[in-house]
């Protein structure tokens, strides 16, 4: 199991920046990719990823304005979201996976952290 723990959120004035941070814990030695989801009000979407091995992805709405990077040492991962705008609204989760020796799958989620941009 691995856990994942969301710091970071809150208030912002559209053109702000905020800066989420998320520690994981537990079965992390074989931890894959790690990232970030956001869910306004219905739907989730990625936001962005970064693999173990340094790889980015991210949604074309945040593109040139967020920024993820990680830290293996302290097995956490950080989102910098700079010029934010009222539509980035949302609930931000936490995610990563990894897989067993077996090749399955396993996806893991934070409790979600609050982000509202708001003037």
């Known amino acids: 199991q691995v856990q994942l723990v969301e710091s970071g959120g809150g208030l912002v004035q559209p053109g702000g920046s905020l800066r989420l941070s998320c520690a994981a814990s537990?079965?992390?030695?074989?931890?894959?990719?790690m990232g970030w989801y956001r869910q306004a009000p219905v739907k989730r979407e990625l936001v962005a990823t970064v693999?173990?091995?340094?790889?980015?992805n991210y949604a074309d709405s945040v593109k040139g304005r967020f920024t993820i990077s990680r830290d293996n040492a302290k097995n956490t991962v950080y989102l910098q979201m700079d010029s934010l705008k009222p539509e980035d609204t949302a609930v931000y989760y936490c995610?990563?996976?990894?897989?067993?020796?077996?090749?399955?799958?396993?996806?893991?989620w934070g409790q979600g952290t609050q982000v509202t941009v708001s003037s």
């Open positions: 537990g079965s992390i030695f074989d931890i894959n990719a």
């Open positions: 693999t173990n091995g340094g790889s980015t």
């Open positions: 995610y990563a996976n990894r897989y067993s020796s077996r090749g399955t799958k396993y996806d893991y």
